[in-house]
């Protein structure tokens, strides 16, 4: 009989610097996070933390891992092929091909990880007894792009990965986004449909109240159409605040996420998780532990 420790670390959250990032235009991404992640996280006080030791019976299977500490989640924007663009180009960064994509698919696949919904990070993370699985990875799409579903959605359901779309709301009418059939397809598959606000606006120029809307309507939407919670959401631009991350807070919302190339980390701030922009460049042995 084994006595195993858990730390049950309540979703607190203390307010950080006003720091607002932006990525358009903006630097390459590892030139664009000088300062630790865990630098400016969320320092979690003795008073935050609650232990629980959790008395195993012989007749429960003990846990083959630990729950992980980090977990890389990773951002795809286009999976189209490219059209010549040169490599500093913001269409260029935004596109991985429907090759290279499926390539990325299958080296996850082959080396054991897992893909997990949001949910499951955070319970990875702060849920206590769940340990989720031995190399979990969270794979993410922005924008409403049809080539998500055209060209995405097969590669994932080929290795059963589950992913991620974060959803512009009121782009679901406009014909060159994902329709509500689309996206009713992908909720049916096990996606995860979560908010990338209403109007894909830079959260951090807008006032109260059209910020609150942003936020709140475009969670309503998606849970009315995925019939599922709404409570992640990706900054447009990845541009937020300490009063942008408060909104999205009050506003339900658990995780807020960011562009920066490193596995989201346990004691980092939820509200800036970080997320590893993917092109046809990236060396997934570098950026993937
Ligand atoms: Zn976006």
Known sequence: MR?????????LFAACTARVVQDQ???????????????DATILTEDSLV???????????????????RIPVLVYHHIREHQGWHKSTWSWKMTVSPTVFAQHMQWLADRGY???DLDTLVRIFYGGEETGPAKPVVITFDDNNPNTYENGLPALLEHGHIAVFYLVANRMENPAFLSKEHIRDLAAHGMDIQSHTMTHANLTT???ERLQWELTESKRMLE??????????????????????EAARQAGYVTGSIMDPRPAHRQGDLMKLPRIMMTDDTDLEAVLP
């Open 51 to 69: 232990a629980e030791e959790l008395q195993q019976d012989g007749n429960t299977a003990e846990p083959q891992h630990l729950p992980a500490e």
């Open 114 to 116: 897992t893909a997990v």
């Open 206 to 208: 807008l006032g109260r």
């Open 3 to 11: 006595r195993v420790l858990f730390l049950l670390l309540p979703l």
């Open 224 to 245: 009315e159409l995925s019939n599922r919670p709404v409570r992640h959401v990706s900054y447009p631009l990845t541009a937020h605040s300490a009063i942008v991350r």
């Open 25 to 39: 235009p903006a630097p390459a991404p590892a030139e664009r996070q000088p300062a630790a992640q865990i630098q």
